[in-house]
């Protein structure tokens, strides 16, 4: 449907595909539970402060552990990170399903569990995080992720929201049941996975002298070094123009989608009249439409620059929200949701497509959860002040209010990735052989090879993830037309630490 008539796109790997297959599986699981506890919370309580609670505990990890998370995940081998995530996951779900079973859940302990799968889920985001880049190269990054998001959004709201619905319908403890087996099926296909996924340590060199950690350093020595690590990359993403304006953009964007997720159970039954099929037939006209902007996330990047289409995505996402507010019916409730979450969806593949080009491999893990700290953070407060927005002014209002916010701050966001500061701060990170092409669309490319022929220095040559054996929300998370030849950044310049603008 959008191909550009060229030669066939070549296969992405059996690597790919079992990592891509244990997402799916899993995703499944994420979309049963996902209805599932505001059905369950909306059974015990009809207060939406108490809904918004169970929302807030949902993404509250993304605020307080993101940033030793990515540390973590760029210490650690990532095949066994994810596999361990997901078994203790596995063993938690099937722990609360047998909760639900005896009778004995309240809104304090499914606010409890919520909170400690979105741990789970903030420290397995942290090793995703490199995994992509890994084990595809970086031109087929934008089709890989495509593929990832869309088989995830099929299996969790396509399929797994609708079938959370009638589960729960019929066994309130049955979604959970079934999130516990694909947690378990997950763990085993990464578990499966030849190899590993650590990454190559790469030291920066520092102006100042560092006393050598021992051999093996004391708890308190280890601690402190991962925080330190940590803090570099939030330092990395502040001193980069362009991802921080990315990064602030998606944190507005969850912020309104934190809004809708924590309100939507109680919209759906009070405004729409709608039963628990109709919460799940919702979620699941999002996910056709995130389906679609997925996979055409990379044909409309090279159509329109992704400059353009993070313009387009926003505001056509604002105005379909708005429709959402003011529907008084299931279809067309049902078909602004579709476009929401496609327009969404289209964002956020491009996003992080160029997140995994400008930023070092050896980084990714700790730049990656800074920037989901801050843009997933919104999620959380969304769902705070939407339950307030409720609570005093009706269910329509937080859906009014983030389509009139995201109308109002798309120009803004457009306006500041046109500058010279961010087109110079995402040439800086070319030339430092952080990517093999433009990450903003188009342009001539500038390899690594092209910067050490041309004399540049690059401080982080061969920082990359370890082959092994030689070998593999948030909906919001960006590009513009190529603005003509890239330039080579400054001898001395370093791929750890971007162009401070």
Do not use: K
Not at 7 to 12: G, K, V
Not at 100 to 111: K, M, R, S, T, Y
């Amino acid at each position: 449907m959008f191909s550009t008539g060229g030669a066939a796109a070549e296969p992405l790997g059996s690597r790919f595909r079992l990592l891509w297959t244990s997402v799916t599986i899993s995703s499944l699981g994420d979309g049963m539970r996902f209805v599932a506890l505001p059905l369950l919370a909306a059974r015990i309580s009809d207060d939406p402060r108490e809904l918004a609670l169970v929302a807030v505990a949902e993404q509250l990890p993304w605020l307080l552990f993101s940033l030793p998370a990515g540390a973590l995940a760029d210490r650690v081998d990532r095949r066994r990170l994810l596999w361990t995530v997901d078994a203790c996951r596995a063993v938690l779900a099937a722990g609360f399903a047998v909760t639900v079973a005896l009778g004995a859940a309240g809104i304090p302990l499914i606010a409890l569990v919520g909170f400690l799968l979105g741990c789970g889920q903030t420290l397995y985001n942290a090793g995703w995080a490199g995994v992509v880049p890994a084990v595809v190269p970086a031109a087929d990054r934008p089709r890989a992720n495509g593929r990832l998001q869309a088989g995830a959004l099929v299996t969790d709201s396509l399929l797994g929201a609708p079938l959370g619905t009638v589960c729960f319908g019929l066994a309130a403890l049955a979604p959970f049941a079934v999130d516990a087996v694909s947690f378990a099926l997950a763990a085993l296909l990464v578990f499966l996975l030849p190899g590993s996924l650590r990454v190559e340590r790469v030291e920066r060199p520092e102006r100042v002298e560092r006393p050598e950690w021992p051999e093996r350093p004391t708890d308190r020595q280890a601690r402190a070094r991962l925080f330190t690590e940590a803090a570099e990359g939030a330092r990395w993403l502040a001193r980069h123009r362009l991802l921080r304006t990315l990064c602030l953009a998606a944190a507005m964007a969850n912020l309104v989608f934190g809004g809708v997720l924590a309100v939507l159970v109680l919209y759906t039954r009070e405004v729409l009249h709608l039963g628990p099929v109709g919460f799940g037939l919702l979620a699941a006209a999002f996910a056709v439409g995130g389906v679609l902007g997925s996979l055409a996330a990379p044909w409309l990047g090279r159509r329109l620059g992704t400059r353009w289409t993070l313009l387009v995505t926003m505001l056509g996402s604002g105005l379909a929200l708005a429709v959402v507010a003011l529907a008084d019916s299931w279809p067309s409730a049902g078909c602004a949701s579709a476009g929401y979450g496609a327009l969404s969806l289209a964002w956020g593949v491009l996003a992080v497509s160029l997140r995994q080009d400008l930023v070092p491999e050896h980084l990714l893990g700790r730049v990656g959860m800074a920037y989901q700290m801050v843009a997933n953070g919104g999620l959380a407060v969304g769902a705070a002040l939407a339950g307030l927005l409720a609570h005093a002014c009706g269910l329509r209002a937080p859906f009014l209010a983030g389509a009139v916010l995201t109308v109002l701050v798309a120009p803004l966001v457009f306006r500041v990735l046109g500058t010279r500061q961010a087109a110079a701060s995402e040439r800086t990170a070319v030339g430092a052989g952080v990517s093999e092409r433009s990450p903003l669309g188009g342009g001539a490319a500038v390899t690594r090879a092209s910067c050490r022929t041309s004399g540049t220095a690059s401080t982080s040559s061969d920082s990359r993830v370890i082959p092994p054996a030689q070998a593999h929300s948030a909906p919001f998370s960006p590009s513009p037309p190529a603005s003509g030849a890239a330039a080579i950044v400054p001898t001395g310049a370093s791929a750890t630490e971007p162009h401070q603008s």
